[in-house]
């Protein structure tokens, strides 16, 4: 079983900077694809970004050059550093683990961005 928490969200205005944190447990963190995705009011979740087990990465469109994900193994955690945040950017923020075709959701954290 593994479990997925995730912090750092809260409220920033536009043009700020938000890092959320995806704290896994198991011992399967190191062979996982780590990603984070969002859902907005009304849409559907959809990927934000990815990290491999072999540190590709990732990106949404919508978010190249402004968020970065990053993993450290030896902390079991997955890292979103997001700047130049848009109001278009508010939604609940979900990690996701993802092997051997498992799936692994966190609760999700709120990030609001106002204008």
């Known amino acids: 079983q593994v479990q997925l928490v995730e912090s750092g969200g809260g409220l920033v205005q536009a043009g700020g900077s938000l890092t959320l944190s995806c704290a896994a447990s198991g011992s399967i963190f190191r062979r996982s694809l780590m990603s984070w995705y969002r859902q907005a009011p009304g849409k559907q979740r959809a990927l934000v970004a990815s990290?491999?087990?072999?540190?590709?990465?990732v990106y949404a469109d919508s978010v190249k050059g402004r968020f970065t994900i990053s993993r450290d193994n030896a902390k079991n955690t997955v890292y979103l550093h997001m700047t130049s945040l848009k109001p278009e950017d508010t939604a609940v923020y979900y990690c996701?683990?993802?092997?051997?075709?498992?799936?692994?959701w966190g609760q999700g954290t709120q990030v609001t961005v106002s204008s």
């Open positions: 990290s491999t087990s072999v540190g590709g990465t």
């Open positions: 996701n683990a993802r092997i051997a075709a498992a799936d692994y």
